[in-house]
């Protein structure tokens, strides 16, 4: 279903996927796949992967998030600014349950170079960060 060349299609399965992990721990045994999907050469397969996999840190009793969260954090230097953004934003739903891992997730987003993205999406990719370190100092 994530896979689907039709990206509506594939994206609207996303978005049941991601309804069901905040509510049942269905797809945690699919973390490991979660991990791989984020080093797919498509970029679409990537960010789904890494919403699916932050929305596990809430069931992840076995510390797979914090075993591959180096793994997927390389997201942070995508290719594709909506990607990276996607990325920050959705790093929302580890901090709470994963808060050994804040330094590093602050770390890592602190060290993304938005002098590199174009002036459209500078701010906004900036804006991001500072609301997911607002979450994080928060905690």
């Known amino acids: ?6 990206t509506s299609k ?5 978005k049941e996927l991601e309804l069901l992990s905040d509510h049942s ?6 973390l490991s796949k979660f991990v791989e ?5 498509k970029y679409v397969i990537r960010v789904r992967g890494f919403r699916l ?25 995508d290719e594709k600014p909506t990607a990276i953004r996607q990325a920050i934003q959705y790093l929302e739903y580890i901090i709470p349950y994963k808060k050994d891992l804040s330094e590093r997730i602050e770390e890592s987003v602190l ?6 993205f174009r002036d459209t999406m500078r701010p906004l ?3 991001d960060i500072q609301s997911l370190v607002q979450l994080i100092k928060a905690l």
Not at 37 to 41: C, F, I, L
Not at 111 to 116: A, E, F, V
């Open 1 to 6: 279903m994530l896979y689907d060349k039709d």
């Open 10 to 14: 594939a994206f609207e399965n996303l």
């Open 25 to 30: 721990k269905i797809l945690y045994p699919y």
């Open 37 to 41: 999907m984020v080093n797919s050469e």
């Open 53 to 77: 996999f932050c929305k596990q840190a809430k069931w992840d009793t076995e510390n797979i998030v914090n075993k591959n969260i180096d793994r997927v954090l390389v997201l942070l230097n």
């Open 111 to 116: 060290s993304i170079d938005c002098l590199k």
């Open 125 to 127: 990719i900036e804006k």
